[in-house]
């Protein structure tokens, strides 16, 4: 892969890491305490970026999916050791973690699931978890990692940097500090880890999609037992 390729790749992870951050800061300012305006503010930048993904990453996508499907039982596996090791090392680093964690953490939004509009926000919120899991993948582990594979040691440090970066990206998950979401750091360093050892980004994308899917099959639950009671 050429330099100014290489830069390139860097230059937009650096952009999106700031862009994010930056656009959840001014979400956050505008909407204060409301949810609901915090959501139609934030998913535009998230959307945004998962349509670039597609339409600029569409033909590695298809090729990668291709392969995927070619060895599928061997790919799966990949995919369950991932995401039982992303939870695994998530479980026993953040109680040391969590005592970074402010004293008086940022604000964080829920929606009343008593009401419709709660419900139907959860579900939309649940979905725009699997959207942004799969911009995280494409950012992090093919922008940020694997496009310098050609050079052991450049990749080796850019594993670290995306991963620290892809944890720090989630600064507002725990209550507005970065040391607290490193747990989400050495996550990042297993799905870019497993990346490396299968070779497909569909391995890091099914696993980070199978991982953040929690929240929409529990929004998902709540609808169907309020329509049966």
Same mark, same amino acid.
């Given at each position: 892969? @050429? =330099?100014?390729?290489?830069?390139?790749?860097?230059?937009?992870?650096?952009?999106?890491?700031? $862009?994010?951050?930056?656009?959840?800061?001014?979400?956050?300012?505008?909407?204060?305490? %409301?949810?609901?305006?915090?959501?139609?503010?934030?998913?535009?930048?998230?959307?945004?970026?998962?349509?670039?993904?597609? %339409?600029?990453?569409?033909?590695?996508?298809? !090729? #990668?999916?291709?392969?995927?499907?070619?060895?599928?039982?061997?790919h799966?596996?990949?995919?369950?050791?991932?995401?039982?090791?992303?939870?695994f090392?998530? #479980?026993?680093?953040?109680?040391?973690?969590? #005592?970074?964690?402010? @004293? &008086?953490p940022? +604000?964080?939004?829920?929606? =009343?699931? %008593?009401?419709?509009?709660?419900?139907?926000?959860?579900?939309?919120?649940?979905?725009? =978890?699997?959207?942004?899991?799969?911009?995280?993948?494409?950012?992090?582990?093919?922008? $940020?990692?694997?496009? +310098?594979?050609? &050079?052991? /040691?450049?990749?080796?440090?850019?594993?670290?940097?995306?991963?620290?970066?892809?944890?720090?990206? !989630?600064y507002?998950?725990?209550?507005?500090?970065?040391?607290?979401? /490193?747990?989400?750091a050495?996550?990042?360093l297993?799905? $870019?880890? /497993?990346?490396?050892?299968?070779? %497909?980004?569909?391995?890091?994308?099914i696993?980070?999609?199978?991982?953040?899917?929690?929240?929409?099959?529990?929004?998902?639950?709540?609808?169907?037992?309020?329509?049966?009671?």
């Open positions: 892969m @050429k =330099d100014s390729s290489m830069r390139k790749s860097f230059i937009s992870v650096i952009i999106i890491f700031i $862009g994010t951050l930056l656009i959840l800061t001014l979400s956050r300012t505008i909407a204060g305490t %409301n949810g609901y305006i915090y959501f139609f503010i934030s998913v535009f930048w998230f959307i945004g970026l998962f349509l670039r993904d597609i %339409n600029t990453k569409k033909e590695m996508l298809s !090729h #990668q999916w291709k392969d995927f499907k070619k060895m599928k039982w061997r799966i596996l990949y995919v369950v050791i991932t995401l039982i090791l992303v939870s090392i998530i #479980q026993i680093t953040r109680p040391f973690f969590n #005592q970074f964690i402010p @004293k &008086n940022v +604000y964080s939004y829920a929606y =009343d699931i %008593n009401t419709a509009l709660g419900l139907l926000f959860s579900v939309l919120a649940g979905i725009v =978890d699997l959207i942004v899991a799969f911009v995280e993948e494409i950012t992090y582990r093919y922008e $940020g990692m694997y496009v +310098y594979k050609s &050079n052991k /040691m450049l990749v080796s440090i850019m594993l670290i940097l995306s991963s620290i970066l892809f944890g720090f990206s !989630h507002y998950n725990f209550g507005g500090s970065f040391i607290a979401s /490193m747990p989400y050495f996550a990042g297993v799905f $870019g880890l /497993m990346y490396l050892l299968s070779k %497909n980004i569909w391995v890091p994308v696993a980070h999609l199978l991982f953040n899917s929690t929240a929409i099959l529990s929004s998902l639950f709540l609808v169907i037992v309020k329509l049966i009671s």
